[in-house]
Nanobody, 123 residues
Framework: QVQLVESGGGLVQAGGSLRLSCAAS????????MGWFRQAPGKEREIVSS????????YYTDSVKGRFTISRDNAKNTVYLQMNSLKPEDTAVYYC????????????????WGQGTQVTVSS
């Protein structure tokens, strides 16, 4: 069993930055791929970014490339999402998720989910 707890969300003006953290329990964290997803009101949950267990492979959806950076610290069982140059369209609940094996862009491939953290970007 893996438990995930996100933090770092909040209200920020357009152009600002936030850093999301996702703390994981369970000693197998280092062997799990991690993903950040988001869901805006009335929209489907979408992949934002993912990272392999080693950190060597990352993925970003087109709309956040060059603005967001995913990283992980396996010693701390934590994955981060640094979000810069935030836009109002980034407003959503952000979720971290984990799965064994390789990364995936599909939400249904992930086994464990956090409770989500709200990110609101004002114009």
């Amino acid at each position: 069993q893996v438990q995930l707890v996100e933090s770092g969300g909040g209200l920020v003006q357009a152009g600002g930055s936030l850093r999301l953290s996702c703390a994981a329990s369970g000693r197998t964290f280092s062997s799990h791929a991690m993903g950040w997803f988001r869901q805006a009101p009335g929209k489907e949950r979408e992949i934002v970014s993912s990272i392999s267990w080693s950190g060597g492979t990352t993925y970003y959806t087109d709309s956040v490339k060059g603005r967001f950076t995913i990283s992980r610290d396996n010693a701390k069982n934590t994955v981060y999402l640094q979000m810069n140059s935030l836009k109002p369209e980034d407003t959503a609940v952000y979720y971290c998720a984990t799965r064994r094996g390789v990364t995936s862009t599909l939400a249904l491939d992930y086994d464990y989910w956090g409770q989500g953290t709200q990110v609101t970007v004002s114009s």
